[in-house]
């Protein structure tokens, strides 16, 4: 079932390494502002918790399977929405984020919980290491095809063109998923003592999931647009991608070998420590050369992170003797403190634009550097998971 779980997951992720990187720079081409990119990811992170509550209790009821194959339709229908607004997609950004937030809410939803069934304490870092390799693996060629098929077609087609591939990618990956099956959970639902937890390990995991969502949800669009700025061309932006995707998969097969629950620590740290010394690069200077070595080392530091912290979170929760029923409800919880990163961190962007035009861009590259020492410190405090 695992491998079968694997196989869904990478069709997911070469549908979405076609087309993710370019759906913020399309909608900069259209208006050159930052501004509707802002709202229509508030939009969606807005979003994303509501659905992830709602999953938890209809998580309850159905086959959880149905959720995560609910959350991709849901990216077909995002994409599906471009093709039909076009140019005028930024008229309807608000709603174009609501439809994303639906998507990323059903499919990670069903993601975590299936994660967690499939796998144990001894394989995760493991899984989330394969994971990390083949997502890596799609971005070295997807990102550039892209690049390359908007590039060959003048004004927007191209765009149209990779947006119906993804959609047709994410059609495919739902149809595999049909064979995979969970058995609903029969029990009152509640979280109120998940979100505000006296258990130190859980409180702490939660907070240090605030500080990863919140150097996400700026990071993840801000350099592929600055990227897209310092060049004028998304074929670069393209073979940028790629470029950043061998760094990826590297520092992905070294954690899948080595990342155990005695040593996510060290591994966390590093990565917090080239994080920030990374951030000055940019400060120094933005342009194609600083942003290259930026996104190369940047990516090698965020999986130093990133996959220790998701390996780590899922342990905890299985240190509760009721793990297996209240699973669902732990990753309901856990999205509190990131929906509050993702929204804070977007606000404060806002923010530091309007009132530093020039000084913002890197005043928040320097700010979110350093939240990965946020993630090393809520993980460190905690006993080792054996």
């Known amino acids: 079932m695992l491998k079968h779980f694997i196989v869904t997951i990478s069709l997911f992720m070469a549908a979405s390494v076609l087309s993710d990187a370019f759906v913020n720079i ?55 929405m471009v093709l039909i607004f076009r140019e005028h997609i930024t008229e309807h950004v608000l709603l174009w984020g609501f439809i994303k937030g639906l998507a990323m809410g059903f499919y990670w939803f069903g993601y975590h919980i299936l994660t967690f069934d499939f796998t144990t304490t001894h394989d995760r870092d ?31 087609p191209g765009y149209y063109i990779i947006f119906a591939c993804s959609a047709v990618l994410f059609i495919t990956s739902a149809a595999m998923s049909y064979s995979m099956k969970s058995t609903p959970i029969k029990k009152p639902y509640k979280i109120e003592d998940l979100v505000f937890s006296n258990d130190i390990k859980w409180r702490n995991t939660m907070i240090a999931y605030f500080f990863l969502s919140g150097r996400d949800a700026i990071s993840l669009f801000l350099i592929s647009i600055l990227v897209f700025k310092s060049t004028g061309n998304e074929f670069t932006l393209g073979k940028y991608s790629m470029m950043v995707a061998f760094s990826t998969i590297s520092t992905a097969y070294i954690l899948g070998k080595f990342s155990r629950p005695s040593t996510r620590d060290g591994f966390v740290l590093a990565g917090a420590v080239l994080s920030f010394l990374m951030s000055f690069l940019l400060i120094y200077r933005i342009n194609i050369y600083t942003l290259l070595a930026y996104g190369i080392i940047g990516a090698l530091a965020d999986y130093l992170v990133r996959i220790p912290i998701s390996a780590h979170a899922l342990d905890v929760i299985s240190l509760d003797a009721n793990a297996n029923e209240r699973k669902m409800e732990y990753i309901v919880a856990r ?8 929204i804070t961190m977007l606000c404060v962007f806002i923010t530091f634009l309007r009132y530093m035009p020039v000084a913002g861009i890197k005043a928040i590259i320097l700010l979110i550097s350093l939240f990965p020492f946020g993630v090393y410190f809520f993980m460190r405090n905690k006993k080792r998971i054996k």
Request: with cysteine; glycine share 8%.
């Open 335 to 342: 999205d509190v403190p990131v929906a509050i990163g993702r």
């Open 126 to 156: 493991s899984f989330y290491a394969n994971t990390s390799i083949i997502s890596g693996a799609a971005s070295l060629a997807g990102p550039m095809i892209a690049g390359f098929i908007i590039t060959a077609f003048p004004s927007f």
């Open 26 to 80: 399309y909608l900069w081409r259209l208006k050159a502002d930052y501004f509707p990119i802002t709202m229509y990811m508030l939009a969606c992170y807005a979003t994303v918790p509501v659905v992830f509550y709602l999953c938890g209790y209809i998580g309850m009821k159905i086959d959880r399977t149905a959720i995560y194959i609910l959350g991709i339709f849901c990216y077909v229908a995002f994409y599906f």
